[in-house]
């Protein structure tokens, strides 16, 4: 079955940087567009960021120039480097992926569990 498995959220001062990680895991064929998105209670979920399997990346405007996402297709991890942190960036953080893997057919998308990411001013 395949997961998705999201680390490195916590808690960290207005300023600073965190590094979200995402590894998927289970028989996977091939990983298509990924993402990571965030949720604070009462609000829908928001996109974030966006990479291409070729590494074409799209940015939410409240984050750009300050969060940076990147993927490693060998080892099927997606990264979310974040700097300048603000406190209105605190949320719970979602991978996201579209997989082609079992079950089938075709791809399905994919979420993980979150992670908490809590920014103190």
């Known amino acids: 079955q395949v997961q998705l498995v999201e680390s490195g959220g916590g808690l960290v001062q207005a300023g600073g940087s965190l590094r979200l990680s995402c590894a998927a895991s289970?028989?996977?064929?091939?990983?298509?567009?990924m993402a990571w998105y965030r949720q604070v209670p009462g609000k829908q979920r928001e996109l974030v960021a966006t990479i291409t399997r070729g590494g074409t990346t799209n940015y939410a405007d409240s984050v750009k120039g300050r969060f940076t996402i990147s993927r490693d297709n060998a080892k099927k991890m997606v990264y979310l480097q974040m700097n300048s942190l603000k406190p209105e960036d605190t949320s719970v953080y979602y991978c996201n992926a579209d997989i082609w893997g079992i079950p089938g057919p075709g791809s399905r998308e994919y979420w993980g569990q979150g992670t908490q990411v809590t920014v103190s001013s």
């Open positions: 289970g028989t996977i064929f091939s990983i298509n567009d």
